[in-house]
């Protein structure tokens, strides 16, 4: 459904009952690309609200450019409209960044928090999108992206696995939507890039005074192992858990998501 705020009309998703928990998606995130958070094991144990930030999926696509503020207040706002004090969030990798400034701009919207494969930016930024081409399609992209992506797969692995590498490219074919390859969302998703660009919260990670899960993969190339260090050496209240896997430990490693609902709970 469609949320509107004062400054954004927000498409949301809704699923689960229990405690809310607010999940931030990553880089181009669009909630018709399943299977997604909403078709996992949180909203088995809470109500989980998931939303297209701006300039993506079927939120409105104002014109730039946009700012990390904005996306933390973008959060904050669709919170207000949906009548929610106070939510844990859950924050992945480009929503690891925004929850980030959100509970820095806004922390009393934010009860606990769970930074996944994410960075604090700066001089400890993760890895640069905005400098790929924009005219790659998604095979061209994940092939760029999966020696970094899990730090594992170099060329090596990929010439010893093709069966995997081949199964990974159709399953990425397969969740391609056509929209993203139009003028007005090609827009949407660079000005999201141009935002993400500047993300620097170095200076103020010790101002968040809430619990905070801090999760990574150990073969992470895309937000690497240096930078949860220094997530975890930052925010006051923090613990660092790592797991098998890449950027995409979520979905390699299965205790991760046992590991946050477990925290939650806590």
């Known amino acids: 459904m469609i949320i509107d705020t004062p400054g954004l009309s927000i498409y949301t998703e809704q699923k689960g009952a229990g405690d809310p928990v607010l999940f931030i998606s990553g880089t181009g995130g669009d909630l018709r690309v399943r299977p997604n958070v909403l078709d996992g094991p949180l909203p088995e144990n809470h109500r989980v609200i998931a939303y297209d930030q701006r300039g993506l999926g079927r939120t409105e696509k104002p014109d730039g450019p946009y ?27 480009f929503g690891g960044m925004v929850a980030q400034h959100l509970a820095i701009r806004h922390p009393g919207r934010v009860s606990k928090l769970v930074l996944c494969c994410t960075s604090p930016g700066g001089d400890m930024p993760s890895y640069p999108f905005h400098e790929l081409p924009s005219d790659l399609s998604p095979v061209e992209r994940l092939l760029t992206l999966m020696p970094i992506s899990d730090r594992r797969r170099n060329q090596a692995w990929q010439d010893a696995n093709p069966e995997i590498v081949q199964q990974i490219m159709a399953q990425t074919e397969r969740a391609a939507i056509p929209e993203h390859e139009t003028p007005d969302y090609r827009r949407g998703a660079r000005l999201q890039l141009e935002a993400r660009r500047d993300h620097d919260t170095n200076a103020q990670l010790p101002e968040i005074s809430l619990p905070t899960l801090i999760c990574a993969g150990r073969h992470d190339g895309i937000a690497p192992p240096e930078n949860q260090e220094r997530l975890n050496t930052l925010i006051p209240d923090s613990r660092l858990n790592w797991y098998e896997g890449g950027h995409l430990f979520m979905v390699q490693d299965k205790t991760a998501w046992q590991d946050i609902i477990a925290y939650l709970k806590s």
Do not use: K, R
């Open 67 to 93: 700012t990390m503020a904005d996306y933390a207040d973008d959060a904050a706002a669709l919170l207000t409209a949906l009548e929610l004090e106070e939510v844990s969030v859950i924050g992945v990798s």
